[in-house]
């Protein structure tokens, strides 16, 4: 009797949320592409791209693509764009994973993969700040 886990249609969903668009790109446990949709597939206006709306409708399509395709249940990677200036997700990130489970998609794990500076280079100003 094996004890091992069977992991069919189980999937990861990528959600990449900067403060200027939005992707979601969701695979296999062995990292093959399933569906993949970007904030500008979805709008017209390069302006919206980073909107929650549209950051909806981008995980409702690749969340149909995914369940057509045999997923069920998806672990979650969200990532900002990361450093000193960005260190959180952009405002489509919630509204991308809420909408992956309203599509029927089952959430098992949400975690934060932003990277996150720890000392890295001098930045600019000087020691007192830039003075205006």
Known sequence: MSTEKKFEGVGIAYIKATFNNTTVHIT???????ASFTGGEVTKQSRLKANPTVAMFVAKKAAEKAKDLGIRSVFVRVKGKGGKLAPTPGPGANAAIKSLGREGLKVLNIIDTTPIPRGGPKPKGGKRGRRV
């Open 28 to 34: 296999d446990l062995s990292g093959n592409t399933i």
